[in-house]
């Protein structure tokens, strides 16, 4: 009986088997695929002609990229200044290195990163960039200062380390100190007014003017709508041969224009811009001196401006053409208070 059971276990396990093999395909061998096209190489950090920026003297930096063949990557080779840093046979992906190097010895001055990727069947792509290192020290903030934007190709506020929020696209030029934004068509920077828009203000900063277009706003904490009672507009108008700024802000009873404070020839020109607004007193400076002053009633009203923009109106100060700005900016200071004539005369020259 006992083996009677066990022939009628294995004619089950039999039949099992050859049920469960029904319908799969047999093995067959596939030739390799023919090495038909040589390697690709992406360097995603560092960036060509930017500049690595770090509070520390010899700093780390993360070395980025992506390496990328149709049959099989044999190797992937990092110099930098001409020394071999890094060297890379196996893959865990082997047609697609997604690599990323930290490099520890990174000191200041102009570097050449150079990267080779070969394949199996030998065939190579080289690719070299250029960028620099330089030592940027921790930013102290002045009394009551709120947000610092050096501009040094980037929009990182200096004070809290955060990065402003950008609309379009950002250009950067050699500035008054280091690099300088310059607007662009269509393109503005904004933050939340919490924290800037404070009942005394003051802001200080390097300007450039661009002729075109003929008006533009600069900064704008407004409302919806066109509520002058409250809010601040700085503005620029004019034409190919003159330009103008004007500024207009609320007290919430009224509005003051002080327009315009200053008339220039756009010539591209630095000059250094400061406003400061206690509960009394406006005052605007321009290249150190005072060129406009005015008494008010009561301090600066924030009613209903929840944002700031810079290099525009919009989206709440787009009336009367005050569209995007393509001047430049360099080394912007913001206040919650009144700022005196001796700390715009060093805000000039500070860094």
């Given at each position: 009986?006992?083996?009677?059971?066990?022939?009628?276990?294995?004619?089950?396990?039999?039949?099992?088997?050859?049920s469960c093999?029904?319908?799969?395909?047999?093995?067959?061998?596939?030739?390799?695929?023919?090495?038909?096209s040589?390697?690709t190489?992406?360097i995603?950090?560092?960036?060509?002609?930017?500049?690595v920026?770090?509070?520390?003297?010899?700093a780390?930096?993360?070395?980025?990229?992506?390496?990328v063949?149709?049959?099989?990557?044999?190797?992937?080779?990092?110099h930098?200044?001409?020394?071999?840093?890094?060297?890379?046979?196996t893959?865990?992906?082997?047609?697609?290195?997604?690599?990323?190097?930290?490099?520890?010895?990174l000191?200041?001055?102009?570097?050449?990163?150079r990267?080779i990727?070969?394949d199996l069947?030998?065939?190579?792509?080289?690719k070299?960039?250029n960028f620099?290192?330089v030592?940027?020290?921790v930013y102290?903030?002045l009394?009551?200062?709120?947000?610092y934007?050096?501009?040094?190709?980037?929009?990182?506020?200096?004070?809290?380390?955060e990065t402003?929020?950008?609309?379009?696209?950002?250009?950067?030029?050699?500035?008054?100190?280091?690099?300088?934004?310059?607007?662009?068509?269509?393109?503005?920077?904004?933050?939340p007014?919490?924290?800037?828009a404070?009942p005394e203000?003051?802001?200080?900063?390097?300007?450039?003017?661009?002729?075109?277009?003929?008006?533009?706003?600069?900064?704008?904490?407004?409302?919806?709508?066109?509520?002058?009672?409250?809010?601040?507009?700085?503005?620029?108008?004019?034409?190919?041969t003159e330009?103008?700024?004007?500024?207009?802000?609320?007290?919430?009873?009224?509005?003051?224009?002080?327009?315009p404070?200053?008339?220039?020839?756009?010539?591209?020109q630095?000059?250094?811009?400061?406003?400061?607004?206690?509960s009394t007193?406006a005052?605007?400076y321009?290249?150190?001196?005072?060129?406009?002053?005015?008494?008010?009633?009561?301090?600066?009203?924030?009613?209903?401006?929840?944002?700031?923009?810079?290099?525009s109106?919009?989206p709440?100060?787009?009336?009367?053409?005050?569209?995007?700005?393509?001047?430049?900016y360099?080394?912007?200071?913001?206040?919650?208070?009144?700022?005196?004539?001796?700390e715009?005369?060093?805000l000039?020259?500070?860094?």
């Amino acid at each position: 009986m006992k083996i009677i059971k066990y022939l009628f276990a294995s004619a089950l396990i039999l039949l099992i088997a050859v049920s469960c093999n029904k319908g799969i395909d047999p093995i067959e061998e596939v030739a390799p695929k023919p090495d038909a096209s040589d390697p690709t190489l992406q360097i995603l950090y560092p960036i060509e002609g930017k500049i690595v920026r770090s509070d520390q003297e010899v700093a780390t930096i993360v070395i980025k990229l992506v390496a990328v063949d149709d049959v099989e990557l044999k190797s992937v080779i990092v110099h930098l200044d001409g020394a071999e840093i890094a060297s890379y046979t196996t893959f865990k992906d082997y047609r697609r290195a997604l690599i990323e190097y930290p490099y520890t010895n990174l000191t200041d001055g102009d570097h050449t990163l150079r990267v080779i990727a070969t394949d199996l069947a030998g065939k190579t792509i080289e690719k070299t960039l250029n960028f620099k290192k330089v030592t940027v020290p921790v930013y102290n903030p002045l009394e009551g200062e709120t947000l610092y934007l050096p501009f040094e190709e980037s929009l990182i506020d200096g004070i809290s380390g955060e990065t402003l929020s950008l609309t379009g696209t950002a250009n950067y030029v050699e500035g008054k100190s280091g690099t300088a934004f310059v607007g662009a068509p269509d393109s503005y920077i904004t933050m939340p007014s919490a924290g800037i828009a404070t009942p005394e203000f003051s802001v200080a900063f390097w300007y450039a003017a661009n002729a075109e277009p003929a008006r533009a706003g600069v900064i704008a904490i407004s409302p919806e709508g066109d509520d002058r009672k409250v809010g601040f507009r700085l503005l620029r108008e004019g034409n190919a041969t003159e330009q103008k700024l004007g500024l207009n802000f609320g007290i919430g009873t009224t509005e003051i224009w002080m327009n315009p404070f200053v008339t220039f020839a756009p010539e591209g020109q630095w000059m250094h811009v400061a406003i400061t607004i206690s509960s009394t007193k406006a005052t605007i400076y321009v290249d150190g001196l005072v060129v406009a002053e005015t008494e008010i009633a009561t301090p600066l009203d924030w009613t209903g401006c929840p944002s700031m923009t810079i290099s525009s109106g919009v989206p709440n100060f787009a009336y009367w053409e005050h569209f995007s700005d393509q001047s430049s900016y360099d080394e912007m200071h913001f206040f919650s208070r009144a700022i005196s004539a001796a700390e715009v005369q060093g805000l000039m020259g500070s860094k």
